[in-house]
T-cell receptor, first 111, second 117 residues
Framework: GENVEQHPSTLSVQEGDSAVIKCTYS??????FPWYKQELGKGPQLIID?????GEKKDQRIAVTLNKTAKHFSLHITETQPEDSAVYFC??????????FGKGTTLSVSS | GAVVSQHPSWVICKSGTSVKIECRSL??????MFWYRQFPKQSLMLMAT?????????EQGVEKDKFLINHASLTLSTLTVTSAHPEDSSFYIC?????????????FGPGTRLTVL
């Protein structure tokens, strides 16, 4: 089955800096890659996603890139703000299957 | 749009009792709902997948007789933890996948914190 590795497990940045979180997946049939933000005590919130027919997608300060050949995808957050502090999860999904999550990255943005 | 609710948000129960958690898609119909379990500072672990009107598919290691899942309508799924024990204490999160539109997208509920004394 699918296996998703996520790095780093923790990331500390200064306000205004960029943050990059990377994930790799094992199943070449996976075709959908969402990113979720989870704040303490709350459910995950979808922040951006990308499908296998696209290499990059951007939404304001957030962007995701996908390299299907290398089977890895990354989340880029620019101009980080303290409210970006949270746990971020990547996930991968193949046809007809549920999302498989990475272990999460705790992002801390200090002002 | 795409709001998923869960009820209750937290519950405390005595060991041996059963607890039911509801998951509702408020503004869309969900062909498929998923139940996840999350321990503190860990990732989400898929417990089971349910399709409306059919039996749930459980992940390996998840006891189907202990975690009863019912998906009676396109907007409601329930998870019942039967004869709960302290080791069942966890954060349970449901998600729903839309019947129409972008079919891959899963929207998550706010979670239910279960504490078994």
């Amino acid at each position: 089955g699918e296996n998703v590795e996520q790095h780093p497990s923790t990331l500390s940045v200064q306000e205004g800096d960029s943050a990059v979180i990377k994930c790799t997946y094992s199943d070449s049939a996976s075709n959908y890659f969402p990113w979720y933000k989870q704040e303490l005590g709350k459910g995950p919130q979808l922040i951006i996603d990308i499908r296998s027919n696209v290499g990059e997608k951007k939404d304001q300060r957030i962007a995701v890139t996908l390299n299907k050949t290398a089977k890895h995808f990354s989340l880029h957050i620019t101009e980080t703000q303290p409210e970006d502090s949270a746990v971020y999860f990547c996930a991968a999904k193949g046809a007809g299957t549920a999302l498989i999550f990475g272990k999460g990255t705790t992002l801390s943005v200090s002002s | 749009g795409a709001v998923v609710s869960q009820h209750p948000s937290w519950v405390i129960c005595k060991s041996g009792t059963s607890v039911k958690i509801e998951c509702r898609s408020l503004d869309f119909q969900a062909t498929t709902m998923f139940w996840y379990r999350q321990f503190p500072k860990q990732s989400l672990m898929l417990m089971a997948t349910s399709n409306e009107g059919s039996k749930a598919t459980y992940e390996q290691g998840v006891e189907k007789d202990k975690f009863l899942i019912n998906h009676a309508s396109l907007t409601l799924s329930t998870l019942t933890v039967t004869s709960a024990h302290p080791e069942d204490s966890s954060f349970y999160i449901c998600s729903a996948r839309a019947a129409t539109g972008v079919a891959d997208t899963q929207y998550f509920g706010p979670g239910t914190r279960l504490t078994v004394l």
